[in-house]
């Protein structure tokens, strides 16, 4: 403990540096507004770019000439970066960044859509239910992370939850229970983690990346023996139903995304909510926060510091279980081999990227979703922007925001630190 | 695996009970080899407990085995009625798994005496063996790569990216250049290592310039390099022109690892891996850099007060564990592959940090766990064509051996084994992000 805080020592800004966070982050707007503006205002054509309200090209729609919006809005973001560099007040730097940073992805869908259309419900749709399992990923590494037990094992979370529900689904023949166990196999791992980790002391990134494999494993070898056989009795899990609020559903665009969908997209907001209220309106959020960063202190003060962490580390089990039952019960109906396919660790990502918070975790996760949305749509519409580089960008921009190139990230304290008292 | 000092038991007085044994240091040499033998046995050292993690890993493997057969399963339905059926079932199928591992891993008794009466080849006799080399090779090199930076105080997760790009500049450079005979593989290989070291180029200065945690960007970069293949394979130029799926040229026949033998489908890959292993053994025992590494991952304040540049260690470490994940990669390309695919390079960076890990981090303690995991790996095949066991077993085999190595107080407890000091497995990394 006492090395991690020379390191954060070392951190720490003057406060009159100029190149302070702020007008890093100003300038690396206005370098990529530039970018916009000159590259993909030069290669889009000047046809049309339409944004349909619906599922389709028909109905109502935002129209632009594809140029003229490139442009425009690359010259948004460069306006932008422009306000963070002059220097603005510290409140307003969020709108700022969000606003440069939505310039330059309409700069780019304008430049990417001139000539077609682009169905606005099916994208937005698209980017929730994509980031589903990012979402319930990233908040159960929020509750392990938050209270000092290292989550890599996301993936191995969601791998045992998306299993879990496809095969007691099946055999139950029952959604619910399905949903159920894919929790229960969300908290396998989790008990697996926090025994390795908190019990035995075992260092938590080696359990969780061990874990990985073992539920990589064990699920591949169970849908050899049993679900490629006899995929009736195993692997034809029941479907989530879709449930439709009459009245909230007309509403246009969020509308059919927010009220006429399945229980899980409910549940991954409700869980946000919840969680980002607990942490910091209530008892259990503040000892969890004091575990997570000071664990000696919070043990003085008497609280039961290995006992939290368990009860975190399994309730994040329990979300990301959940989310893993996306997988198998909402968008494809079986189980397969390793099907997650790195979703983990691109809920870790934006549980990085996110700074360990609910809504940033959530705000990032929505993020990578849409960037997935986006590759499946350039790929469809035979954009010359490869998909393979579009679903990088999760890893990129964490790679970035780590290295602190444009703001830099710090995880709670005792992140990743067994603790033992006496 | 014993080959450092603290890994040998602490031998005890006749007087002290087993319990203080923990506490009693290294006594002098004393007793008979048979007894200082049959103690050691049953106390909890490296040695002993590698080896009960191993039995622990198959049990829970044969559990696994009879609970996914319905017709061993519908056995044990009518138990109390007849337990015989459902117990000399569930031992046929579990014994017979388990010895097909054996004979595709080690040698099957059938070719061996045909081979030493006459009647079978050579060839058919040693296939296991070549079996389990081949696959141990390039897992060798990903796990050599782990262990150097964990004993530098990094944890390279990032084996697996390295690997994926010392696959690609492996394979490209195996394909494009069109050198001369010796020099092509040469090339090639160099050309794979360079790769690996710049994706671990990337982590290195990053940790070394801004703190960013290796683990972090490391995850990071094993999806990039991951996704990045599976685009450089379509391109023109590098995908195979005959066909239309995702597949690359294949690799000069001058570039590709020579097999001895002919049949036999074992390389050079795998005597390279040996003397990589002696050349890493050297670099961390021998040499200066070594002991800047051991002396910045025991303690990095103490040996920046001491004038080591921690920065400067911290590069150059990732430089060359990234040089050997790629090393690692073009064996596989280059010795059994020949051409890329997205997943060419299989999960060797993953099974190289398994194989760091059981290896206890030492140099030729990682060239037995690669060899034991290739063992596995060849075993598997068979398993899976003889008795139909799905290969993914041996993934949990190996997940749950390096488990239960990582706490030694579980198998401690297990088996009640006498308290004796264990290498600890990652010890210096319990820092978090």
């Known amino acids: 403990m006492s090395t991690a805080t020379v390191e954060d020592l070392t951190e720490v ?33 000047g046809e049309s770019a339409r944004f349909t309200l619906s599922e389709n090209a028909e109905g109502a729609a935002l129209d632009i000439q594809g140029q003229l919006g490139a442009v425009l809005f690359g010259l948004v973001a460069v ?53 589903l399992p990012l979402i319930l990923g990233a908040m159960a590494g929020v ?39 894919a929790a229960m196999g969300g908290v396998l791992i989790a008990a697996m983690l926090a025994v390795f980790a908190i019990r035995f002391l075992v260092d938590q990134v080696v359990v969780g990346m061990v874990l990985n494999l073992f539920a990589l494993g064990v699920t591949g070898f169970l849908y050899e023996r049993l679900m490629q056989p006899q995929a009736q009795t195993y692997n034809q899990p029941p479907q989530m139903p879709q449930w439709r609020i009459p009245g909230l559903a007309e509403v246009p665009v969020l509308g059919p995304v927010l009220f006429d969908t399945n229980l899980l997209v409910w549940l991954a907001l409700i869980v946000v909510v919840l969680i980002h209220v607990a942490l910091s309106r209530t008892r259990w959020g503040l000892r969890t926060r004091a575990v997570g960063e000071h664990p000696t202190a919070a043990d003085t003060v008497g609280i039961r510091v290995r006992g939290l962490r368990y009860l975190n580390v399994l309730l994040g089990g329990v ?59 350039l790929s469809a519409v035979g954009s010359p922007v490869p998909s393979q580089f579009l679903n990088m960008l999760p890893y990129v921009a964490t790679i970035i925001a780590v290295a602190g190139l444009v703001g830099r990230v710090r995880a709670p304290a005792a992140d990743g630190q067994p603790y033992t008292s006496g | 695996m014993s080959s450092d000092p603290s890994v040998e038991a ?79 079932g569930s031992w046929d199928l579990i014994s017979g798994a388990y010895a097909d591992l054996f004979k595709g891993a080690v040698f099957d008794p059938a070719t061996m005496s045909a081979w030493l009466h006459g009647t079978g080849s050579w060839r058919a006799a040693f296939a296991p063996i070549s079996e389990t080399l081949t696959y141990a090779a390039p897992l060798v090199f990903t796990g050599l790569s782990v262990a150097l930076a964990f004993r530098g105080g990094l944890f390279n997760i990032g084996g697996q990216g ?36 710049l994706w671990g180029f990337i982590p290195g200065i990053l940790k070394a310039r801004t703190g960013a945690h290796e683990v972090i960007v490391t995850i990071m970069l094993n999806n990039t390099a991951a996704l990045f293949l599976t685009w450089l394979i379509l391109q023109d130029g590098v995908q195979d022109p005959k066909r239309t799926d995702a597949i690359s040229k294949t690799v000069a026949e001058s570039a590709q ?31 200066s850099f070594g002991f800047e590494l051991r002396a910045v991952g025991a303690n990095p304040a103490a040996a920046r007060t ?128």
Not at chain 2, 184 to 196: K, S, T
Not at chain 2, 257 to 279: C, D, E, K, W, Y
Not at chain 2, 407 to 427: D, H, M, N, S
Request: one cysteine or more; charged letters at 10%.
């Open chain 2, 257 to 287: 690892l020579p097999s001895f033998g002919g049949a036999l489908r074992v390389n050079l890959g795998i005597v390279l891996a040996v003397a990589v292993t002696a050349g890493v053994a050297w670099l961390l025992n021998r040499s």
């Open chain 1, 319 to 377: 979300v990301a279980g959940i989310g893993g039952a996306y997988f198998t019960l909402v968008a494809t109906g079986s189980f397969n081999k390793n099907m997650t396919s790195g979703a983990g660790f691109i809920a870790l990502a934006a549980l990085i990227f996110g700074r360990w918070t609910p809504f940033g975790a959530f705000g990032a996760a929505l993020f990578f979703g849409f960037a997935q949305k986006l590759a499946t749509y």
């Open chain 1, 143 to 181: 509750l392990g992370e938050r209270s000092g037990v290292v989550n890599v094992a996301i993936e191995a979370q969601l791998l045992m939850g998306a299993f879990g529900a496809a095969l007691v689904g099946t055999m139950a023949g029952s959604v619910w229970l399905g949903l159920i166990s």
């Open chain 2, 10 to 88: 602490p031998r005890e007085d006749e007087a002290a009970s087993p319990d203080d044994a923990a506490a009693a240091p290294t006594a002098g040499p004393g007793g008979s080899l048979a007894s200082n033998f049959l103690h050691n046995l049953w106390s909890a050292n490296t040695v002993v407990v590698t080896i009960w993690s191993i039995v622990l890993a198959m049990v829970i493997g044969a559990v696994l085995i009879v609970v996914s057969d319905s017709d061993v399963l519908a056995m044990f339905g009518y138990f109390t009625a007849r337990p015989s059926d459902a117990l000399t």
């Open chain 2, 162 to 197: 390295q690997a994926v790009i010392g696959t690609i500049t492996g394979a490209v450079a195996g394909f494009a250049f069109g050198l001369p005979v010796v020099l092509n593989l040469v090339v090639a290989l160099i050309c794979g290592a360079l790769g690996g070291a």
């Open chain 1, 13 to 45: 800004t003057a406060p009159d540096r100029f190149w302070n966070r702020q007008r890093r982050l100003g300038a690396a707007l206005v370098l990529i507004g530039l970018l916009a503006t000159v590259v993909f205002g030069a290669l889009a054509t």
């Open chain 2, 306 to 433: 001491a004038g080591i540049s921690v920065a400067r260690t911290y590069t150059l470490l990732m430089v060359v564990a990234g040089g050997l994940a790629g090393l690692g990669g073009a064996t596989q390309v280059l010795g059994t592959a020949y051409a890329l695919t997205p997943a060419v390079a299989g999960n060797i960076g993953f099974d190289g940090l398994l194989v760091a890990l059981l290896g206890r981090n030492r140099p030729w303690g990682t060239l037995l766990a690669a060899i034991l995991f290739g063992a596995l790996r060849a075993g598997g095949n068979r398993m899976q064509s003889f008795s139909g066991i799905s290969l993914e077993l041996v993934t949990v085999l190996q997940a749950l051996i390096v488990i239960f190595i990582a706490a030694p107080a579980l198998v401690k407890a297990i088996f009640q084994l006498r308290a004796a000091r264990t290498a600890r497995i990652g010890a210096t990394m319990t820092k978090g992000w």
């Open chain 1, 79 to 131: 306006g932008a970066g422009v306000a963070m560099l002059i220097g603005v007040a510290p409140r307003w730097q969020t709108t700022l960044l969000s606003i440069g940073i939505v310039g330059f992805v309409v700069s780019f869908l304008c430049w990417q859509v001139a000539g077609k259309f682009l169905p606005l419900v099916d994208t937005v749709n698209g980017t929730l239910q994509l980031g």
